[in-house]
């Protein structure tokens, strides 16, 4: 199906080839600001990036290619990287789970809401027992808003994540070791250059269409090694298969030389992770009992992550 050629020397190909996301130089500058705002004394920033890539089969895009991936752990995570005084960056598929707002999914936010109807003094109360529920979001939903911790920008296509990518990563790389990359979005391995898409809908009176995908480049090999040597970055691998995870994790960090691996089974993601280090392999997981506590597992990934993180900063004598 793919063409077969090395993937890590086409990523300056890529950017010459594509162009920018229309709201490209906007998001830009907010991440200037950002970095800028948060590059002082102690303060770490991550970036996040969550939920899934999509690869278009035309250019007015009526049907795309995607990857699963609601954006749970990405959004989840972030919650818990705030908690731990974290700047966040969090670069996340429009439309995909956003910290806070995720605890409201569907109907359940309008059911906490009581509508008292008297003509032009109408109010709209909260149910008195959905107060202890919607509290504790909103404090730190305002606490994160009113202090400016963090910032939200999207992507939808993986042509739009490459370009957001490599500016967040012009933007932290001053930050050094105080910056943490934690790359949980799905990004799609393939993708169908621009230059082959058709640029109307694809008719089906012409037949059935040839489509072929391209092995997407590897961003996190220029990422490594160019865009951002000095921080501390965080891949996650996902499979279906639990006789390669382990392999593939290890493969990874020993072709970008990054730091830390965390991988996941599709399956099984919600309650158990391995973290995957050169030397080490190590497990994440909830018990049944602390999944009917509520407790998710994000909470155990990030209060994880944070420790390397500060392992990491101690080794680079900053
Ligand atoms: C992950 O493995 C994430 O943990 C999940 C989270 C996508 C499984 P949800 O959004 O799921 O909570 O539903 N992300 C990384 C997937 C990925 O594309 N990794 C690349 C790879 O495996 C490397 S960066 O090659």
């Known amino acids: ?10 990523w300056e190909e890529f950017y010459a080839t594509h162009l920018p996301p229309s709201d490209f130089e906007d998001n830009r500058t907010l991440l200037k600001e950002f970095c800028k705002r948060h590059n002082k004394g102690n303060t770490r920033i991550v970036l996040i990036t969550s939920g899934g890539t999509t690869v278009p089969l035309e250019h007015n895009t009526v049907r795309f290619v995607d990857n699963f991936s609601g954006g749970t752990r990405g959004a989840a995570s972030a919650e818990y990287f705030l908690e ?15 910290p806070f707002t995720r605890h409201f999914s569907g ?7 009581e509508l008292n109807e008297r003509g032009p003094n109408t109010t709209i109360t909260v149910k008195p027992d ?3 529920v919607l509290a504790p979001v909103l404090a730190s939903y305002k606490s994160a808003h009113d202090s400016g911790s963090i910032l939200y920008v999207n992507f939808t296509t993986v042509s739009d994540y490459f370009w957001l990518l490599r500016a967040a990563c012009e ?23 621009s230059s082959q898409i058709p640029i109307h809908k694809i008719q089906s009176h012409t037949g059935v269409p040839n489509i072929q995908l391209q092995l997407a480049p590897k961003m996190l090999a220029p990422l490594v090694s160019l865009w951002i ?19 593939k994790a290890r493969a990874a ?29 190590s497990e994440v997981t ?17 209060s994880n992550v944070v420790s390397h993180h500060t392992d990491f900063i101690k080794s680079q004598h900053y």
């Open 1 to 10: 199906m793919a063409t077969m050629r090395s993937t890590t020397e086409h």
């Open 171 to 193: 933007c932290l790389t001053d930050c050094g070791p105080r910056a943490l990359l934690y790359l949980a979005a799905a990004v799609s391995d393939f993708y169908i250059p």
């Open 84 to 98: 731990h005084n974290y700047a966040v960056i969090y670069m996340h598929r429009l439309k995909s789970m956003e």
């Open 130 to 132: 959905s107060v202890d």
């Open 253 to 281: 960090l020993s072709k970008y030389k990054h730091t830390l691996v965390i991988g996941n089974l599709l399956q099984t993601r919600r309650t158990r992770v391995v973290f995957v280090t050169p030397t080490s392999s």
């Open 107 to 113: 109907q359940t936010f309008l059911d906490m809401l």
């Open 229 to 247: 040597p000095h921080a501390f970055v965080v891949s996650f691998k996902l499979e279906t298969d639990e006789n390669i995870l382990i392999s």
């Open 286 to 302: 909830l018990t049944r009992e602390q999944i009917l506590n509520g407790m998710e597992i994000e909470d155990n990934i990030v």
